[in-house]
């Protein structure tokens, strides 16, 4: 099993301080990634499935980050929490939501067109509002507003249509709406609920209701856990499956009980991860719809997100937010497309995979298949010559997957050099098949990283670096507006001189180079003396001040560049970093950027 060097202590950060002070949530527990190790026997489908929608839809939508006049940003499903609105308020807006332009083949449509092969949609989320129609409450679409159709029947059909698996997201714990739900503290008292009577009372009955009346679901996504222990949530989950043995229940479900991983919002991890897991992201700063929110993902940031998850071994989810009126904005709508038309061409490479065999290297990143290597080029070398280093298996045949066109390639020692034909460099993802025989290694996060004067930049992440003393490596999360997590791999904790980072490089081409550090500096940290060695050199530097490490916040990085140097021959290269004196932390090192000087 890949490990993957993540400090916990990250996930011991309290989340959401600022909108639920009487009930605090890790990380850890708000985005349990754990699950029960057991493999669920229906769960092929969704490791081949690789892409899938997400939909965020619900009253929210019909406010679109705005309230009494004022403009909210971040995650638009948490209005009601962000502008403390009281229930009876809130209440008010299902008697203006219509969804009149909803139609479920056009939704299920857009998903087949992307090339998504599922769909979770949220049938409740924190709000507490039921996008369906339930017998539990009268809080739901069909008996509050002037909608009075359940819109769910309607998709789940459109998406057996078509088979795509489909799924309802289910906020277990947190409802706002319910005086025993979980963290609304503005109207009701959090010391005074009855946890247990709300997932008798709603919770679980609505549950059953998702799990009988719209067909074989794929998934129950589960979301924020809480309220619950151990026991209880095994109780809950027994009660459920039962139900529908088949239905794949998400981590967040709580205490390891899930059938797959669920990374945090936004993440993708930075190596390869065994088993069945989903990286969550949505297409534009907010889940549910903002009409101010205009920060989509360009077709090239998704495509290469979705092979970059796939690469890891994982599955994306993308999210859309359909408005009030049941429109998925214009940009979803069009990006997803030329998303499903590159898939089109490409699918082999990203469906049924698992993740790459060669690590990330300058030009890209591999899936695998067996016998193949998909080998995914962000970056076109110079030279159109693409370098597979430390490749063991026989190689019989490599071509462009795209049109087939056998191409050109020798091996050196082990290294696998491919003759680039001439392409169109503006695409966002060329993929090239590496077909082979006879076993090759599993992914090593110890083999040297590739640095080639054939691209403008190489990068060396933080991930890569061997640690000593107090250095650790630590996935930071922050966010730009609210709730719009974002994550940062980073080299921490470096506060002795004793202490060092060490990291291996492959330079492939002799010659002239600059290497600049990535990191972020807290202002006390700034103004301190560290050294960077490589190649026989001591560069020395002084740490530059960017800013205060902030959850609610961004984390910049400054890119300095620390050396200038001249590689007299190819070869194997260790690059050490370490403060000069004792006392506080050197920076937050994300990655070190080595450019050849032209
Ligand atoms: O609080 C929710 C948030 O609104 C959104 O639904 C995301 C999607 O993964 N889940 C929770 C936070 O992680």
């Known amino acids: 099993m890949i490990f993957i060097k993540r400090s916990l202590t990250l996930f011991t950060i309290l989340v959401l301080a600022s909108t639920a002070s009487a009930y605090s949530q890790t990380m850890d527990e708000m985005w349990d990634s754990s699950t029960t190790g057991k493999e669920h026997p229906d769960l092929q489908w969704f490791k081949d499935a690789k892409f899938g929608m997400f939909i965020h839809w619900g009253l929210y939508s019909k406010l679109s980050g705005e309230w009494k006049g004022k403009n909210y940003y971040g995650s638009g499903e948490w209005i009601m929490n962000q502008a403390k609105i009281p229930v009876a308020e809130y209440n008010k807006v299902a008697s203006t939501f219509n969804p009149v332009n909803f139609n479920a083949d056009q939704w299920a449509q857009l998903a087949e067109d992307a090339g ?100 074989p679901l794929g998934i129950v996504w589960f979301d924020t856990p809480g309220g619950m222990t151990k026991e209880q949530t095994q109780a809950f989950v027994n009660e459920l499956r039962g139900l529908q043995p088949k239905s794949l229940f998400s981590s967040r479900i709580g205490h390891g009980l899930g059938d797959y991983k669920d990374f945090g919002d936004s993440e993708v991890p930075p190596v390869p991860i065994k088993g069945a897991w989903e990286s969550i992201y949505t297409h534009n700063d907010s889940w549910g719809y903002i009409k101010h929110d205009m920060n989509f993902k360009t077709p090239e940031t998704i495509i290469q997100l979705l092979a970059n998850v796939a690469s890891k071994g994982g599955n994306l989810m993308l999210n859309v937010g359909p408005d009030g009126l049941g429109n998925i904005p214009e940009y979803s709508v069009k990006f997803l497309k030329q998303t499903g038309k590159w898939l089109q061409k490409n699918g082999e490479s990203i469906y049924g995979t698992t993740y790459g065999l060669i690590p990330e290297q300058p030009w890209g990143v591999s899936t695998s298949k067996p016998g193949k290597q998909f080998l995914h080029v962000f970056c076109r070398p110079h030279n159109g010559k693409l370098l597979v280093p430390d490749f063991l ?51 090593n996060l110890d083999v040297p990283i590739t640095v080639s004067d054939e691209f403008n930049e190489n990068r060396v992440e933080a991930i890569y670096a061997k640690t000593r003393g107090n250095a650790e490596i630590k996935s930071l999360t922050y966010s730009h507006y609210y709730g719009d997590w974002k994550h940062a791999t980073c080299l921490t904790n470096m506060t002795d001189s004793t202490d060092k980072i060490l990291f291996n490089i492959r330079l492939m081409e002799a010659g002239d180079y600059q290497l600049a550090l990535e990191y972020s500096c807290s202002p006390e940290s700034a103004g301190q003396e560290g050294s960077m060695k490589i190649n026989g050199e001591v ?53 070190i950027i080595v450019s050849p000087v032209e």
Do not use: C
Not at 560 to 577: D, L, V
């Open 116 to 215: 998504m092969k599922y769909m979770v949609i949220t049938a409740k989320h924190h709000e507490g509002f039921s996008m369906f129609g339930s017998k539990v409450t009268d809080f739901d679409i069909v008996d509050a507003t002037p909608y009075k159709k359940d819109p769910m029947k309607a998709l789940a059909a459109a998406n057996a249509k078509r088979g795509i698996h489909f799924g309802f997201y289910y906020s277990q714990f947190q409802d706002w709406h319910e005086p025993n739900g979980g963290r609304n503290t503005w109207d009701f008292d959090e010391s005074k609920k009855d946890y247990q009577k709300y997932y008798r009372e709603k919770a679980i009955p609505q549950l059953k209701e998702l799990l009988t009346n719209y067909g």
């Open 393 to 443: 298996g026989k190689v019989s045949k490599v071509y462009s997957l795209s049109d087939k066109q056998n191409l050109k390639w020798e091996k050196s020692r082990n290294d696998v050099v491919i003759d680039l034909p001439p392409y169109d460099e503006t695409i966002a993802d060329k993929v090239f098949v590496m077909e082979y025989s006879g076993k090759i290694a599993d992914y």
């Open 539 to 591: 560069f020395l530097f002084r740490t530059l001040r960017t800013s205060y490490y902030d959850k609610k916040a961004p984390l910049p990085f400054i890119r300095h560049t620390i050396a200038t140097t001249t590689f007299s021959k190819p070869g194997n290269y260790t690059i050490e970093i370490k403060p000069l004196q004792n006392g506080k932390e050197l920076f937050k090192l994300k990655s």
